[in-house]
């Protein structure tokens, strides 16, 4: 199929409560990567009450302990949904909050434990220290290997059985500062604490999870044409390495 035939659709979950640190950058950056290439995208944002439909990519952000606490609930209701379109192999992608909402639960350092949509095997307790600055990472599945970004959270995420992470530390905390891993990937669901936004800096994770979309919906392999990402790799390796 020429590429300018495809079609993808992404959900972006709950952005009026969780889209911190500009979080909104990831759609971005996944919207333009198509219409670059003409993929048509069908975007739908998801609201509090909105009802669901099936959808390739599903995208959650991060944000305060109360925002989360405001989604939760919602999330949860609709957990068998999210499981069945997890087993279908549709695409998840989650920032730091909404990452800790994909675990079985978050337990704030106060207030009630938020379950979680078990999407991936694994939890998170708040800690006493506030994980601040840049990070990065060096993974085994993506070319460069290293992804960029950076990190607020108290939230200390333990991976669980077949959850792998994202990659090891380089730089900074990761999921809890002492397993000197950073984030989780179970299926096509990925969750990391990487703000930034993570996308724009990290143009080939954009084209891998575009392609693990796009494979989903076609029920085929589908490799994206090069565009150019001069500019985009030439800030991805100026970050590589970067504390401060
Ligand atoms: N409230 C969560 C924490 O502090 C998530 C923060 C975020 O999304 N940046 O760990």
Redesign the pocket.
């Known amino acids: 199929m020429k590429e300018s035939d495809l079609k993808i659709s992404i959900a972006h979950l709950y952005p009026k409560q969780?889209n911190?640190?500009g979080d909104m950058g990831n759609i971005i950056a996944l919207t333009k990567r198509c219409e670059w290439r003409g993929i048509s995208v069908e975007y739908d944002e998801i609201g509090i009450g909105d009802p669901l439909r099936e959808h390739d990519f599903y995208f959650i952000?991060?944000?305060?302990?109360k925002?989360?606490q405001e989604v939760a609930g919602e999330l949860y209701k609709n957990r068998s949904f999210y499981l069945d379109e997890r087993d279908k192999n549709a695409v998840f992608l989650g920032?730091?909050?909404?990452?800790?909402l994909f675990g079985h639960y978050?337990q704030?350092f106060d207030g009630d434990k938020l379950l979680g949509l078990s999407l991936m095997d694994a939890y998170?307790v708040?800690?006493k220290k506030?994980f601040i600055g840049n990070v990065s990472i060096k993974t085994d599945f993506l070319s460069p290997e290293t992804l960029v970004g950076f990190?607020?959270?108290?939230?200390?995420t333990y991976l669980q059985g077949d959850t792998l992470p994202l990659g090891k530390v380089i730089v900074g905390n990761g999921n809890n500062g002492t397993d000197s891993y950073e984030g989780g990937r179970y299926k096509n669901v990925f969750g990391t604490?990487l703000?930034g936004s993570l996308l724009p800096k990290n143009p080939h994770f954009a084209d891998f999870l575009l392609e693990l979309a796009l494979e989903k919906r076609y029920n085929d392999k589908i490799k994206l044409s090069k565009i150019d990402d001069d500019i985009e790799l030439k800030t991805h390796y100026s970050l590589v390495g970067k504390a401060y």
């Open positions: 969780l911190l640190y952000g991060g944000g305060q302990d925002q989360q920032i730091c909050g909404g990452y800790q978050y704030p998170t708040a800690g506030r990190e607020n959270h108290s939230g200390l604490y703000h």
